[in-house]
């Protein structure tokens, strides 16, 4: 799978690079980002860094897993992740994200997905994206209710994160509403 440049207003999301590895512990080295995400580490090392690299290509390669890093046009500076991960036997992905807390609270994340719904429906020719956020995550709730996904309710057990399983709100947009959203 190619990677793309996506751009926004005030970010450019990009495929991440080994050069990334020096500002990656600066950015995902935090226990909220580790507590509500599936594979972000907490401590997150220079090591994790260069794991996670290697990863994210192999995903892309595979044709498994879309992961882009958004970056303020302004300054420069890698803000986070953002992943689209692709089911295998049909045009579904799930959408996943975290943002680095000291950009939290001026619309990034929702910036930043509303570009990887655009992709995912007009460029991958997906028919659905869903996404999972964990029930003591409202921040990530609202950024899935200020995209437009439609609300599932809470769904028990639905992520699993070190071998157990967590209740998670569920969200969903297909093809059809992303077009006349
Ligand atoms: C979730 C996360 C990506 C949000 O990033 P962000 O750039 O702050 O998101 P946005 O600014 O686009 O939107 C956040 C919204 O949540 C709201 N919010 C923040 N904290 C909240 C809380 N405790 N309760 C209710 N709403 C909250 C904000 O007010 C904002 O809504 P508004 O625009 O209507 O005011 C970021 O907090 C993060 O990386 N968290 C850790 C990783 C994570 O949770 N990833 C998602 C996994 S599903």
Redesign the pocket.
């Known amino acids: 799978m190619e990677l793309p440049r996506l751009e926004t207003e005030r970010l450019v999301l990009r495929a991440p690079s080994e050069s990334d590895v020096p500002a990656m512990p600066g950015v995902f080295h935090?226990p909220?980002?580790y507590?509500?995400?599936r594979n972000?580490p907490y401590p997150y090392t220079p090591d994790d860094a260069v794991a996670a690299i290697d990863r994210y290509r192999r995903l892309a390669d595979e044709g498994r897993a879309m992961t882009l890093f958004p970056e303020l046009i302004e300054t420069g500076e890698m803000i986070?992740l953002a992943v689209l991960v692709v089911e295998a036997d049909r045009p579904v992905a799930e959408l996943?994200?975290?943002?680095?807390?000291r950009?939290?609270?001026?619309?990034?994340?929702?910036?930043?997905?509303r570009a990887m719904l655009a992709y995912g429906f007009g460029t991958l020719g997906l028919d659905e994206i869903n996404?999972?956020?964990?029930v003591r995550?409202?921040?990530?709730?609202?950024?899935?209710e200020?995209l437009g996904m439609v609300s599932l309710g809470e769904i028990a057990k639905a992520c699993e994160k070190d071998g157990l399983l967590y209740d998670?709100h569920g969200y969903v947009m297909n093809r059809a509403q992303w077009e006349s959203r």
């Open positions: 935090d909220d980002i507590a509500y995400t972000i986070g996943g994200y975290a943002l680095g807390r950009w939290w609270g001026r619309g990034y994340a929702t910036e930043a997905c996404a999972h956020s964990m995550n409202p921040a990530s709730a609202r950024v899935l200020k998670a």
